[in-house]
């Protein structure tokens, strides 16, 4: 859906074209959007149009005078502005550091966020021609993302907030809170019996299996070291937020707040994530050796007992996750069928990286000798 904005010979200003088909809430959104960035950002759009769908806020791409694309993200109301300024504010650090990282377009104030007529919005650069990490790594993309996390994770270590600091492998893989979790879920669920097919069904049965594996968990995790290195990440660095443009990283986006979280837990979400494990049974391990050797070489700064540790991490962090099982009950309306499926790869994956975990450490140690 789009609002295409002419030059009106009558009075020489913009003109709204509504688009066709479109609600009113909608219309609404994109005129609202369209006057902030001509009056807060000095942005004369020719036309607003709806972009890729985001998580909880609504996505626009708009174009200049210029020819030149914007992303502009419109936050719901209730949403933590703050938050999402200080996250705007992170990334903003780490493309100063070198990190592709696309450029904030601050207000005629100097503000990273803007707020008018009932919308708060932020504008960043458009970068064109890529698609997402969701499709998996393959290829040279092992070590393009292994690089651009190792450039990100060097950077941020420098970062205000504080420098890295050890915290106890048990806080990174809460087994002990996996459990309090997932028996509350478990409770849960036999006050609301789930039909006894589908997803609620399926994500029942998963919660009880998980809760009675946590014990191996626990003792797997033992071969952890006693603690991890913490610094400041991304925080979100799931696929969705990795923009690649052939088979190098073209950009990294939606930053959370800076905090101190296990730099091994993140890289391991973002190349052993499930469904290119699942989906490269024969890559997925030489891929991460190769991805954690392109990450050493663009971070040395990074423990060598925290990148061997990369696999067992990520195998307990999914092993002690409740999501998405507990979304029939916490949010219905968000079980969708790319919900159903990821939530099964997840799982699914969690045992691939326990059957082959031995091999794939050993892979690693023979990249970081």
Same mark, same amino acid.
């Not at 719901?76 to 650090?93: F, M, N, S």
């Not at 391990?285 to 007992?305: C, F, H």
């Given at each position: 859906?789009?609002?295409?904005w002419?030059?009106?010979?009558a009075?020489?200003?913009?003109e709204v074209?509504?688009p ?21 950002y000095?942005i ?7 972009g890729p769908a985001?998580?909880?806020?609504r996505?626009?791409v ?6 030149r694309?914007?992303f502009v993200?419109?936050?719901?109301p209730?949403?933590?502005v703050?938050q999402e ?15 592709l ?10 503000e ?6 009932g919308?708060?919005v ?5 970068v064109?021609d890529?698609?997402t990490?969701?499709g ?5 993309r092992w070590?393009a993302?292994g690089?651009a ?5 060097r950077?941020?270590a420098r970062h205000?907030?504080?420098? $890295?600091? $050890?915290v106890?492998?048990r !806080?990174?893989?809460?087994v ?5 979790? #997932? ?14 097919e589908g ?7 998963t !919660?009880q299996?998980r809760l ?5 968990v626990?003792?797997r995790?033992e ?16 696929t969705?937020?990795? #923009?690649l443009?052939?088979?190098?990283v073209?950009a ?7 905090g101190?979280?296990?730099?091994a ?8 994530d ?8 024969d890559e ?9 050797g ?7 700064? @990074?423990?060598t007992?925290?990148l @061997?540790?990369?696999?067992r991490?990520?195998?307990g962090?999914?092993?002690c996750?409740?999501y998405?099982?507990?979304?029939p ?6 079980v969708?069928p790319? @919900? ?5 790869a ?6 691939v990286?326990?059957?082959? #975990?031995?091999?794939a450490?050993?892979?690693l ?5």
């Amino acid at each position: 859906m789009s609002a295409e904005w002419g030059r009106s010979r009558a009075v020489g200003r913009p003109e709204v074209r509504q688009p066709r088909r479109a609600g009113s809430g909608a219309q609404s959104d994109v005129m609202v959007v369209a006057g902030i960035l001509a009056l807060l950002y000095r942005i004369v759009p020719v036309s607003v149009m709806e972009g890729p769908a985001g998580t909880a806020t609504r996505n626009y791409v708009a174009e200049d005078r210029e020819g030149r694309p914007w992303f502009v993200k419109a936050y719901p109301p209730g949403i933590d502005v703050d938050q999402e300024r200080q996250a705007l504010v992170l990334g903003e650090a780490a493309r100063a550091a070198g990190v592709l990282v696309p450029a904030v377009r601050r207000t005629v104030a100097g503000e990273v966020i803007a707020s008018a007529g009932g919308l708060s919005v932020s504008v960043t650069q458009y970068v064109a021609d890529t698609e997402t990490a969701e499709g998996g790594l393959s290829g040279g993309r092992w070590e393009a993302v292994g690089e651009a996390v190792g450039r990100l994770h060097r950077a941020l270590a420098r970062h205000p907030v504080g420098p $890295p600091r $050890p915290v106890a492998a048990r !806080a990174v893989c809460d087994v002990a809170r996996a459990g309090r979790r #997932l028996e509350e879920l478990l409770a849960r669920w036999a006050a609301v019996p789930p039909s006894p097919e589908g997803f609620a069904a399926w994500a029942h049965h998963t !919660a009880q299996q998980r809760l009675a594996a946590l014990p191996e968990v626990a003792a797997r995790l033992e071969k952890l070291p006693v603690t991890l290195t913490a610094q400041v990440v991304h925080g979100d660095l799931a696929t969705p937020n990795l #923009l690649l443009r052939g088979e190098e990283v073209a950009a990294v986006i939606d930053f959370r707040p800076p905090g101190h979280r296990s730099a091994a837990w993140e890289l391991g979400r973002i190349v052993l994530d499930p469904r290119t494990v699942l989906a490269r049974p024969d890559e997925w391990i030489p891929g991460l050796a190769r991805a954690v050797g392109a990450y050493r070489a663009a971070n040395s700064q @990074l423990a060598t007992e925290d990148l @061997l540790a990369v696999p067992r991490v990520a195998a307990g962090y999914l092993a002690c996750s409740v999501y998405p099982l507990s979304e029939p009950l916490d949010d219905p309306a968000a079980v969708t069928p790319a @919900l159903e499926a990821y939530g099964r790869a997840r799982h699914e994956a969690t045992g691939v990286l326990w059957e082959r #975990l031995d091999e794939a450490e050993e892979a690693l140690r023979d990249v970081l000798r």
